[in-house]
């Protein structure tokens, strides 16, 4: 039993954050009281007990795809938007750090001035030690996604589960945002989110993770606390599953 008085649901997670929730409902790239904000949800799951790696976005600064269609070269764009995931790995690693969390920034592209190569068994024992490991750089190669490089990190690291922390509560019928009368799923079979084509994540990140039978739970990182209540085991966001029989 940790000091918080409960046993986290997950003992190691892989935290997907887009780099559009750091900006909050500011015009500037990071809003210092979210980040800080995501930064205490994160301190209360180390305090848990739970393992946490993090795999952060770029797009509040720079999205590759955006930029490739108008005429910039897709490879180049897409290096260009592995830079900005770093800008803001640098973010939450100091936030973090503010907070009194212990960290470790790890790269596929190398950059020693100001984080470690990826190295998966090293990235597994700062997390054994109650590290905080963020991975920036994406999966290191154009043409991938940040989802993609989630899943894959995910693996590497054995992790239990993805949180994919998101601006909405969970995973709709169709775009909330958009349409008022779409409903919210608390459980679906990841086959029905493809025959949906819900776009929870890019079908790269969806097969590596069914592949590997990996769950995946899409929730408001927005929403205070949201983080500690799904590892209590609370029904938060929408719980992605596979071969299971689904609850809608």
Not at 58 to 78: C, E, P, Q, S, Y
């Amino acid at each position: 039993m940790s000091g918080n008085n409960y046993d986290p649901r997950y003992k190691r997670i892989l935290l997907k954050m887009s780099g559009e929730s750091l900006r909050g409902t500011t015009s500037d790239a990071i809003d210092p009281t979210v980040i800080t904000g995501f930064a205490l949800q994160v301190k209360a799951a180390v305090d848990a007990g739970t393992q946490v790696a993090v795999v952060i976005g770029g797009g509040n600064i720079f999205r590759g795809v955006d930029k490739a269609t108008l005429g910039m070269k897709r490879a180049h764009a897409d290096y260009m938007g592995m830079l900005a995931t770093l800008i803001n790995a640098m973010a939450l690693q100091d936030a973090f750090e503010q907070v009194g969390l212990q960290t470790r920034l790890q790269s596929a592209i190398t950059m020693n001035e100001i984080a470690e190569p990826f190295i998966r068994r090293r990235a597994i024992r700062h997390l054994e030690k109650g590290r905080v490991v963020i991975f920036g750089g994406g999966t290191g190669n154009p043409y991938f996604t940040t989802d993609t490089a989630a899943a894959l990190r995910a693996l590497e690291i054995d992790a239990d589960v993805i949180l994919k922390g998101t601006r909405v509560d969970g995973v709709f019928s169709a775009d909330p945002e958009k349409n008022p009368d779409a409903t919210m799923y608390h459980q679906i079979d990841g086959d029905e989110v493809i025959q949906k084509n819900l776009k929870v994540m890019d079908m790269t990140a969806f097969a590596l993770c069914k592949d590997s039978e990996l769950d995946i739970i899409v929730f408001n990182m927005e929403t205070d606390g949201n983080l500690t209540r799904i590892l209590k085991g609370e029904n938060v966001g929408t719980l992605i599953t596979w071969n299971s029989t689904v609850n809608v």
